[in-house]
Nanobody, 124 residues
Framework: QVQLVESGGGLVQAGGSLRLSCTDS????????MGWFRQAPGKEREFVAT????????KHADSVKGRFTISRDNAKNTVYLQMNSLKPEDTAVYYC?????????????????WGQGTQVTVSS
C-alpha cells in the first residue's frame, strides 16, 4: 500500500528557498514514477515536476524550470522538491503523487496515489 506524506512547507519571503519532502511508508517506492503538483486557491491543480523510477529522467514545468529541482532517494523512500528563488505566484498547496505504471506524465489524472499536501506561502 502506498501512503505518501509531504513535509517541508511553510512561509518564506520572495527570493527564498524551501525543500519539500514526500515519504512513502510502503515497500514499493522504487516501482513508481513520482510527481509534484500544486494548487492555488481558485485554480486547477497544475504540474510542477516529475521523476522516473531510477531518478535518471526528470521533467519540470516551464514556470519553475531553473528554479525548482525534483530528486529522489529510493533507499529512503523519499522524493524531494528543492525550490529556489521563490515568487509570490508559487504560493499553493503542493502535492506529491505516485504513478505505478512508471510513466513520467504531466497530467494529474495519470497518477494513482496522492499525499495530503503541504502549504507553501511566499510573501512579497
Amino acid at each position: 500500500q502506498v501512503q505518501l506524506v509531504e513535509s517541508g512547507g511553510g512561509l518564506v519571503q520572495a527570493g527564498g528557498s524551501l525543500r519539500l519532502s514526500c515519504t512513502d511508508s510502503g515497500r514499493t517506492f522504487s516501482h513508481y514514477a513520482m510527481g509534484w503538483f500544486r494548487q492555488a486557491p481558485g485554480k486547477e491543480r497544475e504540474f510542477v515536476a516529475t521523476i522516473s523510477r531510477s531518478g535518471s529522467i526528470t521533467k519540470h514545468a516551464d514556470s519553475v524550470k531553473g528554479r525548482f529541482t525534483i530528486s529522489r532517494d529510493n533507499a529512503k523512500n523519499t522524493v524531494y522538491l528543492q525550490m529556489n528563488s521563490l515568487k509570490p505566484e508559487d504560493t499553493a498547496v503542493y502535492y506529491c503523487a505516485a504513478d505505478f505504471t512508471g510513466w513520467i506524465g504531466v497530467g494529474a489524472d495519470e497518477y494513482d496515489y496522492w499525499g495530503q499536501g503541504t502549504q507553501v506561502t511566499v510573501s512579497s
